[in-house]
């Protein structure tokens, strides 16, 4: 049902035992490949960033997390108006 599907993802780029890369991958080769994610770290670095643009990964949020950015990225991904 609607009420249950899924619009966007939120994922951190270090997790156990995968990474966030891999679950963005999974994600991208799955029937949810337009999916849009945002991804969270405490530690990236540039490759970490390319990577995740290279995955279609558009907004990349440093730790710690900024809750007026992290609302703005949310509601431009879902289509909402400010």
Known sequence: SSSSSIGLLITDLRMEPSSG????RKVRGSTRAALPIIIMSGDADAKDVIDAMHDGVLDFL???IDSVKLAKMVKR???MTQ
């Open 77 to 79: 991904e879902l289509g």
């Open 21 to 24: 890369l891999e679950l963005i």
């Open 62 to 64: 440093l730790k710690p």
